[in-house]
């Protein structure tokens, strides 16, 4: 399969760099979206939002068009959108009412806005290490790290594979925690049937520009609770102004923002969800090509799929042994980048690792919340909470963006070859 070069030295040391080739920026959007962008542009409603009672609470008709889609697509009581993910997380925390103060168990290993969603309500994320297998929490680490203040746990479904909800549900109910899935990553993904994103109290997705679907920008949260779904739509949309009307009598948390999803948005995130199943697919396919060409590769491994889930792989995420292969990850990573590997990267974050953690320093100047009367105890962000995440991050993660590019066969014949003319020469390396 892969033509061997005379010269099989590495790029890195020297020799002929084994892919010379410009990956196609992945875009799925077609003629289907402009169609209905265009048609919004022509209707000369970009929104419809109203911030107070009103029927135009619930915002225009692609809004609602695509919300109920969502709801019929993920099998939830309730889909409601956001102008990213990122307010949808915000809102999930407000909505399941976290009060200053109390701790959210959260997980490292994800993107900065899991747990800054968290700080918002001037709560106390609380970081739990991850599984090695599927780098979401480990349900061992979120049962140690509970104390007299949580009530609650997001969990990430990072890279494209569920969060082992089972466990997580069980030390929520025993614990009378609500659980949040942060599943920006993961939509599609199955856990023992059901969507990802479906069995937390409050999920949801991302529909960025790099995600699996987008609108550019946007987010949809799920849930199937009849007041969780009021309260993320009042949060949304300027609460304050709409409780009186609206006969709410639970004012926690009803701050309102804007953070309300476009009518073009939502068209084309009509047309988006339409073609989520082959966007899964498709990726699906690729990794499996990868599994079967990094086989049997010496201390590499590939991403694991546990039974009864499947994987939508955003990113392709693998682990080096790297003290049987005796070279470090970066060496590694450096002469896969040089045989022009794209889309290959070394770490996911380790969160608690943020300045804003090490240096407890959030809102203004004075360490708030973490200093304030509010905190209950010392919340500790040390390098070694999280020693999985913290060595994963270090020394042994490599992922691969699926996502990113539209891999052809052929190319990703070309990504296996680099690995494998890398592998060939592990002794040069060292
Ligand atoms: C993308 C992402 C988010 C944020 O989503 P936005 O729509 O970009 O705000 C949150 N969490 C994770 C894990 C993500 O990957």
New binding site residues.
């Given amino acids: 399969m892969s033509k061997q070069s005379e010269n099989d030295t590495l790029a890195i040391l020297g020799g002929p760099k084994l892919i010379n080739h410009t990956f196609g920026r992945y875009n799925p959007l077609g003629p289907e979206e402009v169609e209905a962008a265009k048609k919004v542009v022509e209707s000369g409603v970009l929104s419809q939002f109203l911030g107070c009672w009103d029927p135009d609470f619930f915002g225009g008709p692609k809004v609602q068009e695509f919300e109920r889609q969502c709801e019929s697509y993920f099998g939830v009581k309730h889909a409601v959108t ?1 102008n ?6 915000v809102a999930a925390v407000g909505a399941i009412g976290i009060e200053p103060g109390d701790e959210v168990i959260v997980s490292p290993w ?5 747990a800054t969603a968290i700080l918002h309500w001037n709560a106390i994320p609380v970081f739990a290490d991850i599984e090695t297998e599927t780098f979401c929490l480990d349900p061992v680490s979120v049962e140690r790290s509970i104390s007299e203040q949580t009530r609650a746990i997001m969990s ?3 890279a494209g594979h569920s969060a082992d909800m089972d466990a997580l549900r069980k030390i929520a109910d025993k614990h009378k925690l609500r659980i949040i899935s ?4 993961a939509p599609g993904a199955r856990y023992k049937g059901k969507f990802a994103g479906t069995l937390a109290d409050i999920g949801g997705y ?3 520009y ?2 699996h679907v987008h609108t550019g ?3 949809i949260a799920v849930t199937d609770d009849d007041d969780f779904a009021d309260r993320l739509r009042l949060i949304r949309n300027h609460a304050e102004v709409v409780v009186e009307d609206k006969g709410v009598t639970n004012l926690s948390n009803m701050i309102g923002h804007n953070f309300r999803l476009g009518e073009i948005e939502c068209a084309m995130g009509i047309e988006q969800l339409k073609k989520l199943d082959r966007m899964v697919k498709s990726r699906q396919r690729i990794a499996q090509k990868l599994d079967a060409g990094l086989a049997g590769l010496r201390g590499l491994r590939t991403p694991v799929v546990k039974p009864d889930c499947t994987h939508v792989y ?1 990113v392709y995420s693998m682990s080096v042994d790297v003290v049987a292969l005796g070279i470090n990850r970066q060496r590694l990573h450096q002469a896969l980048l040089a045989e022009g590997v794209p889309a290959l990267g070394a770490s996911y974050q380790n969160l608690h690792m943020l300045p804003m953690y090490q240096k407890k320093m959030a809102y203004g100047s004075k360490g708030f919340p973490w200093t304030s009367e509010i905190c209950k105890r010392e919340v500790s962000y040390a390098k070694g909470i999280c020693p999985v995440a913290e060595r994963l991050h270090e020394a042994e993660f490599l992922g691969f963006g699926i996502c990113s590019h539209e891999y052809k066969d052929e190319e990703v014949d070309m990504i296996i070859a680099a690995f494998r003319k890398v592998w060939r020469n592990l002794e040069a390396l060292r």
């Fill in positions: 956001f990213s993910w990122t307010s949808g997380l994800t993107m900065a806005a899991s990430v479904d990072i942060d599943t920006a990553q991302s529909l960025n790099h995600k920008e946007g987010g955003y």
